[in-house]
């Protein structure tokens, strides 16, 4: 157990739908990374947020947004849903800020777009 | 942008036995992480092991170990001694030193299935 958790495991919702996936890093960690797993573009960044700022952004896209709240915990939303949002959507956390911090990844969450 | 090149789609061993996955990856910076990280079929992302690249010494952890080799950008994981529960999809993965817009980003490649026969 690497001491993050995302919720929920499993989502399945419509195309045009709005979902919202939630992270809780692990205890004292300031930093939340978000990364998208599909068969074909493979484990891609999304974006990090540090203590409640946007740190850095990958290649998501304009229909996804994300944000860290007071309490650390973050929230990836997806808007219009599209079949090919289909995957597992991890987040990672780290205690600061640095390169030389080991990201460690809570279980996913695996989302299904009919 | 960084790359990360697994050449290997799949890999199998048996049980007891030693396997060697490969990784290349392409950059221009001087100092940076690498990673390994197994994704068993809970599909839990765990890391196995981490190199410094400022580091000559190949990291080590029990049964795990890699093969640094910076100049021809290579970064191989040596699992030794293969039990059944190693079987997984194994990512390596580059993260930068340097501060910049991609601070903390890792780049994973594109993975390589490890089967182990009993």
Do not use: K, L, N, V
């Given at each position: 157990d690497s001491g993050v958790t995302q919720t929920p495991k499993h989502l399945i919702t419509a195309t045009g739908q709005r979902v919202t996936l939630r992270c809780s890093p692990r205890s004292g960690d300031l930093s939340v990374y978000w990364y998208q797993q599909s068969l074909d573009q493979g484990l891609q960044f999304l974006i990090q947020y540090y203590n409640g700022e946007e740190r850095a952004k990958g290649n998501i896209l304009e229909r996804f947004s994300a944000q860290q709240f007071p309490d650390l915990h973050s929230e990836l939303n997806l808007s219009s849903l599209e079949l090919g949002d289909s995957a597992l959507y991890f987040c990672a956390s780290t205690p600061?800020?640095?390169?030389?911090d080991t990201q460690y990844f809570g279980p996913g969450t695996r989302l299904t777009v009919l | 942008a960084q790359t990360v090149t697994q050449s290997q789609p799949e890999m199998s061993v048996q049980e007891a036995e030693t396997v060697t996955l490969s990784c290349t990856y392409d950059t221009s910076e001087s100092d940076y992480y690498l990673f390994w990280y197994k994704q068993p079929p809970s599909r839990q992302m765990i890391l196995v092991i981490r190199q410094e690249a400022y580091k000559q010494q190949n990291a080590t952890e029990n049964r795990f170990s890699v093969n640094f080799q910076k100049a021809a950008k290579s970064f191989s994981l040596k699992i030794s001694d293969s039990q059944l529960g190693d079987a997984a999809m194994y990512f390596c993965a580059y993260r930068s030193a340097f501060r910049g817009s991609t601070l903390g980003r890792l780049y994973f490649g594109r993975g390589t299935q490890l089967t182990v026969w009993p």
């Open positions: 600061g800020g640095s390169q030389r | -």
